[in-house]
């Protein structure tokens, strides 16, 4: 797993995926800190991640739709299934290759909390809180679109579908919220990404959430071993 994740590491900073995904990323946080924190004149970065959801489902794409439909693309595909790594290997080493690369991204946050801290007091508890929620959410959403790029050759497929997954997985609480059964409205808000996440931005630390958040990258990384199992038998 090592040596795909070093390798997978260095083809990001070797094209500019990972260049486009932390300048886009540093912009549109640096501009919502300024909007939602500096310009309240308030150390609360609360509505900082709260906004901050929405610029995933259009970021994460980016990062994860070359990890899987190049290699097809590219033919290298076969190099990876004939390997002497398993497929769980060889799916975490490019899955934690992308968290890598995101987990640089929001660690900015760290910055602008320390930029608050010199001019009043910061609830360092709330921002450890919301980076966590938005260090797991954004693990789920990397797993999904992994499993999403895995599908398909074409990284512009892949990316164009992982918005998509994303977005209905966004969407899925409105909805609910539109169905006349109330047994098949809390089924669907129990499969929410969004209110799950707000908890955390509310204040609200509820383990169940992080299990939930476990259990959503365990299952599609899951899916996409299984994705390259059938092609490795098919």
Same mark, same amino acid.
């Given at each position: 797993m090592g040596a795909i994740f070093r390798r997978?590491? @260095?083809?990001?900073?070797?094209? #500019? =995926?990972?260049? &486009?995904?932390?300048?886009?990323? +540093?912009?549109?946080? @640096?501009? #919502?800190?300024?909007?939602?924190?500096?310009?309240?004149?308030?150390?609360?970065?609360? @509505?900082?991640?709260? &906004? =901050?959801? %929405?610029?995933? =489902?259009?970021? &994460?794409?980016?990062?994860?739709?070359?990890?899987?439909?190049?290699? !097809? !693309?590219q033919k290298t595909e076969q190099s990876l299934l004939t390997a002497p790594i398993s497929?769980?290997?060889?799916?975490?080493?490019?899955? +934690?290759?992308?968290?890598?690369?995101?987990? =640089?991204? %929001?660690? %900015?946050?760290? &910055?602008?909390a320390l930029i608050l801290s010199y001019f009043g007091s910061v609830a360092w508890g709330m921002v450890l809180s919301n980076f966590l929620a938005l260090f797991l959410v954004g693990a789920a959403f990397i797993a999904v679109g992994s499993f999403v790029s895995a599908l398909t050759e074409n990284q512009v497929v892949a990316a164009i579908t992982a918005f998509i997954s994303l977005m209905l997985l966004w969407l899925i609480d409105s909805a609910a919220t539109l169905v006349s059964f109330e047994s098949l409205s809390k089924i669907m808000m129990s499969l929410s990404f969004y209110s799950r996440y707000t908890e955390f931005t509310s204040g609200l630390f509820n383990l169940s959430s992080v299990l939930f958040y476990i259990s959503a990258i365990v299952i599609f990384l899951f899916l996409t071993v299984r994705v390259y199992e059938k092609r490795r038998w098919g």
């Amino acid at each position: 797993m090592g040596a795909i994740f070093r390798r997978e590491v @260095g083809a990001y900073f070797n094209s #500019s =995926i990972a260049y &486009v995904f932390l300048a886009v990323f +540093f912009v549109y946080s @640096g501009f #919502s800190f300024w909007a939602t924190t500096l310009l309240a004149s308030t150390t609360d970065m609360t @509505g900082l991640f709260t &906004v =901050i959801f %929405i610029s995933l =489902i259009f970021l &994460v794409p980016i990062l994860t739709m070359r990890l899987f439909s190049e290699e !097809k !693309k590219q033919k290298t595909e076969q190099s990876l299934l004939t390997a002497p790594i398993s497929l769980g290997s060889m799916v975490c080493g490019k899955f +934690f290759a992308a968290l890598t690369l995101y987990t =640089i991204a %929001i660690s %900015i946050f760290f &910055v602008y909390a320390l930029i608050l801290s010199y001019f009043g007091s910061v609830a360092w508890g709330m921002v450890l809180s919301n980076f966590l929620a938005l260090f797991l959410v954004g693990a789920a959403f990397i797993a999904v679109g992994s499993f999403v790029s895995a599908l398909t050759e074409n990284q512009v497929v892949a990316a164009i579908t992982a918005f998509i997954s994303l977005m209905l997985l966004w969407l899925i609480d409105s909805a609910a919220t539109l169905v006349s059964f109330e047994s098949l409205s809390k089924i669907m808000m129990s499969l929410s990404f969004y209110s799950r996440y707000t908890e955390f931005t509310s204040g609200l630390f509820n383990l169940s959430s992080v299990l939930f958040y476990i259990s959503a990258i365990v299952i599609f990384l899951f899916l996409t071993v299984r994705v390259y199992e059938k092609r490795r038998w098919g």
